[in-house]
């Protein structure tokens, strides 16, 4: 089996409302810049993919992809350089917030954070404020290949230590070398397709 997914994009919303139903969905979040459009093209393996969420006025929306094979992945607007979660700009913090904490079918939220630079304030935010809601979520740190070899260790156990988490639970990826893509995608796989089973990384990252 491969772990790549293969995606196709459905729609925008910007309100929860307008969403199809799902049986089974995957969300992605993170700051503006932490890699997500590339994480999502080398997943899908298809460039134009993530474009989709780039392109002006959609950039602030819900973007949402069938995946052959069963479920939704839901690709988040980027929280920007300035503005804590609790200040989300009024048109789509709330819209956010109730995506994350309402949305039937969403099984897994995976929050974004530049593994070159650590987790901001910003995603420290994100991640305590899902905590306090109980919300399933995964720590995703991008840009492996921008960490020195001689530092990946070290700075594997900054991140978790950072998060709160256990340096196994993370999964460190590369959207330019490919590192982690079947590991992420074997979570991706195995949330879409039982929705119910707690889902943890299974094996230790690099
Ligand atoms: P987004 O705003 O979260 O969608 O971020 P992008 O996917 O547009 O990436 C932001 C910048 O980081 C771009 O210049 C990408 O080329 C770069 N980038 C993203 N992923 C990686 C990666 O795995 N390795 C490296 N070296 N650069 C990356």
Redesign the pocket.
């Known amino acids: 089996m491969t772990a790549r997914l293969k995606l196709r994009f459905v729609m925008s919303a910007d309100d929860l409302g307008q969403l199809p139903a799902t049986s089974a969905e995957l969300a992605f979040v ?1 700051r ?8 999502l093209n080398a997943l899908g393996a298809q460039k134009t993919l ?1 474009r989709v969420s ?1 392109t002006p006025g959609r950039t602030r929306l819900l973007n949402l992809f069938d995946v052959d094979g069963g479920g939704t992945i839901v690709d988040c607007p ?1 929280y920007g350089y300035a503005s804590a979660p609790a200040k989300m700009r009024a048109s789509w913090k709330t819209t956010m917030e109730r995506y994350l904490l309402e949305r039937e079918g969403l099984a897994m939220i995976l929050v ?1 954070v530049d593994g070159e630079i650590g987790p901001t304030a910003l995603d420290l935010q994100m991640l305590e404020w899902l905590r306090s809601y109980g919300r399933p979520h995964t720590v995703i740190a ?5 960490v020195k070899s001689s530092a990946r260790d070290k700075r594997r156990h900054e991140v978790a230590e950072k998060c709160g988490l256990a340096p196994s639970e993370i999964v460190w ?5 490919g590192v982690g893509l079947d590991r992420l995608g074997e979570l991706a796989h195995r949330v879409l397709s039982d929705p119910d089973q707690p889902t943890r990384p299974s094996r230790p990252g690099r």
């Open positions: 993170g503006s810049n932490v890699g997500k459009s590339s994480l993530a780039k980027g974004l991008t840009k492996h290949d921008k990826v590369s959207a330019t070398k």
